[in-house]
């Protein structure tokens, strides 16, 4: 998913869930006891709460949201919010693992056919139960054309039946792998084996939507005093470009281990005003970007309270494939060998940030990636290829390659833009113009195609290469790069019938290098997630790889960490 911030190995993890045997997860009721004690050992120290303390924190969450229908949204600071308000079949837990959520149980046969048993006690927030039907109901609206959803193909990468022909206009919507056998059993059929298919289902596009809220207020569901969700918090109060207001719900099935009451989500834009707010007591958790002047700073000042992270986000430079001159191979690769990625990620943001050759992040689960021979060449020799290249192309000193560089509005990115700007001018003698726009406008200039490069940070959505690789697919939905080539689309769909991890690891390198040999994109670095959070802040790891903000394992305390 796409990130409004610049800066966002993957690290070992404890598997806390219920035990999976042969494709089946095993969960009984002693299980989930068992369960619901090590989430509170792990999480809770009760002697760090106190009844006399208000359980209420305050967040940046670095932009002003799109929307918060889940089936509307293709961004990291609306599922920020949205993963508090719905909850999905299953959710991922504070150490990046998959976890039940709505679906206590499940098995399937072959990645093929999966049964979900769901919760008996799963309650929406107007106290009515969450069934199979709404699962059904929420995944055929988001197959549906006419919802429009940026997240539609989703579907089609998880290979569920007959998407791909739905989102095509070619099959109803009732036609989908998706079928409710009674009211606590839902059962989802796909085209092909997928083996990572249950660490899809978090994402936010796959969570439930309430019928009865969307069929009264249309698209107007999901203001406060409409909304009916079934996650851990309900929406209190949402003004616009300045906050939104959770609260804790009572109808969520695990509420009891819940501590937090209220938290308030900010939407500061400028990275300098968040972490200037965060030093006056005016936010309790920043987002995930720190402006390089203040991170040594705060480094210094502050260190028990800095958590720097490895953040499975990609940061690059999207090319519209389907523009003149973009079209011509020889000048988007100039463009990629014009760019000094290394400065860039080294010496002006120099946060433990890994320089990027790729899309896909090298510590990614199940990815191995070569370098690409240009990775091991001097600058000089890159900028050479890169002149020569715009020379073959048409493009020389008295004729100059011109784009304009877009960007959201943010501290950082505008810093970021200018100093690409000036290495594409000096480097390869481009003439680059900077272009700004909000969030939202940004997202719909992207899908329109107009722009020529733009600053896209691409966040994974479960931890897989295919959440990265499935993004260039000819037909995704999130393809804004409108980038096609049929043999990369080939590639991902060998995939998964590769016989195992390995096979399938060197397919993903196979597709990298297509990636890499039509320079589709231009990778500049690999994300940290970069956090202050203060010290009254219990229950918080940093531990998720995709760097999720679940609001339901934190607290507040009075203890000095």
Known sequence: MDATSPYIGDSERRDISPIIEEGIMINSTKGLSLLSL??????????????????????????????????????????NIILNLLEGLVYTDVDGKTAPGVAKNWRNENYTTWIFTLRDDARWSDGTPVTAEDFVYSWRRLADPTTGSPYSSYLQNAYIENANQILKGKMPVESLGVKALDPLHLQVTLSHPVPYFIDMLSHTSMKPVNKKAIETFGDKWTQPQNFIGNGAYLLDSWIVNERIVVKRNP?????????IEQATFLSITSEVSDINRYRSGEVDISNSAIPPALFKKMQAENPKELYVRPYLCTFYYEINNQKTPFTDKRVRKAIKLGLDREIITNKIIAQGQTVAYGFTPTFINNGHFDLPDWANWKDEKRHQRARELLAEAGFTQDNPLKFALLYNTSDQNKQQAIVAASMWQKNIGAQVSLQNQEWKTVLQSRHEGNYDVARVTWCADYNEPTSFLNMMLSENSNNTAFYKNKSFDALLEKALIAPNDLARKQIYQQAE???????AIVPVYYRVSARMVKPTVGGFKGNDPLDYTDIKRLYISEVNK
Do not use: C
């Not at 106190?50 to 990291?76: A, C, R, Y």
């Not at 109808?251 to 501590?259: C, F, G, L, P, V």
């Not at 290098?513 to 320079?519: E, K, P, Q, R």
């Open 38 to 79: 090590l989430f509170i050992a792990l999480y809770t120290n009760a002697s760090d709460i106190s009844k006399n303390i208000p359980q209420v924190i305050t967040i940046n969450n670095g932009s002003e949201v799109v929307s918060l229908d889940p089936h509307k949204v293709e961004g990291v600071p609306e599922s």
């Open 251 to 259: 109808m969520y099935w695990d509420n009891k281990n819940s501590r």
């Open 513 to 519: 290098s297509v990636l890499d040999a039509d320079s």
